[in-house]
């Protein structure tokens, strides 16, 4: 199945289960793609001794997922030249919506 999955909260234990479902997703070789969106575009450089969320990311990214960040959420926030994540669009956003099968958003 393919699998899009939308964040919006940077919120460390919510953002950590989002990721933590993408890679179950992937470890049932579903194809998942993983779009940032708002304040969600912050949590690569989350710090959170309980939630480890740029654990979760690598994980994501390793089992083959696809990361996209909104640009225009990266550059009101100036996190454009920090993030190791593609810049996408919101075209790119319902791109990813109508490729999947499901939608699920935290």
């Not at 959170?48 to 994980?59: L, R, S, T």
């Not at 990266?74 to 454009?80: A, I, P």
């Amino acid at each position: 199945m393919k699998l899009a999955i939308i964040l919006e909260t940077n919120e460390p234990e919510k953002a950590w289960n989002a990721f933590r479902f993408g890679v179950a997703a992937l470890k049932k070789e579903h194809q998942v793609k993983f779009f940032l969106m708002g304040e969600a575009v912050e949590v690569e450089s989350s710090e959170d001794d309980q939630y480890d969320v740029p654990a979760e990311m690598k994980k994501l990214i390793a089992g083959g997922g696809e990361l996209l960040a909104c640009g225009t959420c990266l550059k009101s926030r100036q996190l454009e030249e920090q993030t190791a994540c593609p810049i996408s669009t919101m075209f790119d956003c319902v791109d990813m919506v109508e490729w999947a099968e499901k939608v699920v958003t935290f």
